[in-house]
T-cell receptor, first 115, second 116 residues
């Protein structure tokens, strides 16, 4: 079974550009979570999605950030007009829908550098 | 609100020593889940263990063991006979609410260095 896939692994953007981060959950998983890890910090929750639905976006900055998880295809985290403070590692995790299996399996992360 | 505190920022041990990583949590939920993840230098996050709040039995998996004490809101992690490959940042995490499929609240992590 393939694990959680994220691409790209590394992304460099200039200030003002857009960044698109992709996450393909593990096979059979319909829950996706995005977390951000700033340098030397723990992971901070951003958004929780199920297919075609945003369940919890309480950790998402109000402006410039958006996320989706369409019926077909990967989940996308989109950052518009990036700033230097957006430089971080962005991790996606997925979990199974049924009860009893709550482990969140993480992807390898996308390291975003804003120059 | 949920909170996870990992008071040890960095720990350095010599190979074969035992080491315990502390984790203290705060939550108002009566049902919750606790997790440990390992982040090696390569950067990915590796799931180590999940424990629900009703199960206070200690768990052992090879050289790893976990001590869950509800009375002190702690979920400590011990590595026995540490090895260089154990060098990593270890994160303790708590489920955000009393439902399993919920976002996690992470501590800031403990960086463990095992010296040969």
């Amino acid at each position: 079974n393939a694990g959680v896939m994220q691409n790209p692994r590394h992304l460099v953007r200039r200030r003002g550009q857009e960044a698109r981060l992709r996450c393909s959950p593990m096979k059979g998983h319909s829950h996706v979570y995005w977390y951000r890890q700033l340098p030397e910090e723990g992971l901070k929750f951003m958004v929780y999605l199920q297919k075609e639905n945003i369940i919890d976006e309480s950790g998402m900055p109000k402006e410039r950030f958006s996320a989706e998880f369409p019926k077909e295809g990967p989940s996308i985290l989109r950052i518009q007009q990036v700033v230097r403070g957006d430089s971080a590692a962005y991790f996606c995790a997925s979990s199974h829908a049924t009860s009893g299996t709550y482990e969140q399996y993480f992807g390898p992360g996308t390291r975003l550098t804003v120059t | 609100a949920q909170k996870v505190t990992q008071a040890q920022t960095e720990i350095s041990v010599v190979e074969k020593e035992d080491v315990t990583l502390d984790c203290v949590y705060e939550t108002r939920d009566t049902t919750y889940y606790l997790f440990w993840y390992k982040q090696p230098p390569s950067g990915e996050l590796v799931f180590l263990i999940r424990r629900n709040s009703f199960d206070e039995q200690n768990e052992i998996s090879g050289r790893y063991s976990w001590n869950f004490q509800k009375s002190t809101s702690s979920f400590n992690f011990t590595i026995t006979a540490s090895q260089v490959v154990d060098s990593a940042v270890y994160f303790c995490a708590l489920s955000k609410s009393n439902s399993g499929n919920t976002p996690l609240v992470f501590g800031k992590g403990t960086r463990l260095s095992v010296i040969a």
